[in-house]
């Protein structure tokens, strides 16, 4: 299933530059991992080393959070959008 996953600025990097790349997978986790085979090191800016969604960086699917939905088994159908945002913290 493909689906789009909108880049944030400081993950850009990893995609030679790229706002939104196309990956495969029928949830999260098959996403992530099918992104990572493509732009190598992507994933561990995204998950832990404990395999968890990194505190500070929100994943959406569509319009809803993936931490109120399935997390990293969140489904992700065939043309779904997904949003990787890192928190932004300041005063």
Known sequence: MAVSVRIPTILRSYT????EVTAEGGTLAEVLDHLDAAY???R???VD???DLRRFVNVYVGNDDVRFLDNLTTATPDGAQISVIPAVAGG
Do not use: K, L, N, T
């Not at 030679?16 to 706002?19: H, Y």
């Open 49 to 51: 080393e404990a395999g």
């Open 16 to 19: 030679g530059g790229a706002s």
């Open 44 to 46: 561990g800016r995204v």
């Open 40 to 42: 190598p090191g992507i």
